[in-house]
């Protein structure tokens, strides 16, 4: 049963750079073909895709955060990371990992997120 | 702004049947998959791809979808069942998208 857990600081002040790790237990981050996901939630507003990583190294971001944010794999460590630079109050949420898969029915394909994280609070304050 | 959009609030009868709907463009090529967020918790998959149910989920979720529109159903709704629930697509502008989420209460 894979978990994901994330990690990171709480608290970080404006203009400087939010780090988030997420670490994969229970299974191997390359065993299959995943898109390891990051999605963030604002209090009281729905959820947000930001982004994801395969481990080939293959990234989607959202366009609105692109210029800002990095993500990245770690197979040696079996981490995912998100790097979102110059933060502002925008950007204080919960920040959940999840890990995506692809999958094909006879007509469609279709994307989903299978596994998540419990979620860390990130707080952008001076 | 959500590239899916769904209603803000439905309610349901306890017992009772109800569809949440997800409207997009990019449903006319992808299957929505649907989550179910409790308050506090972390969302949890309930539905993928055509209508496939992960292990756990109870059989009264199940998965619809016609031309630009997908739905999720709940047959014979429980108090449990009171969520956010949102679906999300690919969508050929961001790779993932979500909708802006249903509140469903159970009354």
């Known amino acids: 049963q894979v978990q994901l857990q994330e990690s990171g600081p709480g608290l970080v002040k404006p203009s400087q750079a939010l780090s988030l790790t997420c670490t994969v237990s229970?299974?191997?981050?390359?065993?299959?073909?995943?898109?390891w996901s990051w999605v963030r939630q604002s209090a009281g507003k729905g959820l947000e895709w930001i982004g994801c990583s395969q481990t080939s190294g293959t990234t989607s971001y959202d366009p609105s955060l692109k210029s800002r944010l990095t993500i990245s794999v770690d197979t040696s460590k079996n981490q995912f990371s998100l790097r979102l630079n110059s933060v502002t109050a925008a950007d204080t949420a919960v920040y959940y990992c999840?890990?995506?898969?692809?999958?094909?029915?006879?007509?469609?394909?279709?994307?989903?997120?299978?596994?998540w994280g419990k979620g860390t609070s990130v707080t952008v304050s001076s | 702004s959500s590239e899916l959009t769904q209603d803000p609030a439905v309610s349901v009868a306890l017992g009772q049947t109800v569809r949440i709907t997800c409207q997009g463009d990019s449903l006319r090529s992808y299957y929505a998959s649907w989550y179910q967020q409790k308050p506090g918790q972390a969302p949890v998959l309930v539905i993928y791809?055509?209508?496939n149910r992960p292990s756990g989920i109870p059989d009264r979720f199940s998965g619809s979808s016609s031309g630009d529109t997908a739905s999720l159903t709940i047959n014979g709704a429980q108090a449990e069942d009171e969520a956010d629930y949102y679906c999300?697509?690919?969508?050929?502008?961001?790779?993932?998208?979500f909708g802006g989420g249903t509140k469903l209460t159970v009354l």
């Open positions: 791809g055509k209508d």
């Open positions: 999840a890990r995506g898969l692809q999958g094909r029915s006879a007509y469609y394909y279709y994307y989903y997120l299978d596994v």
């Open positions: 999300n697509s690919r969508d050929s502008r961001t790779f993932w998208v």
């Open positions: 229970g299974g191997s981050i390359i065993s299959g073909t995943y898109y």
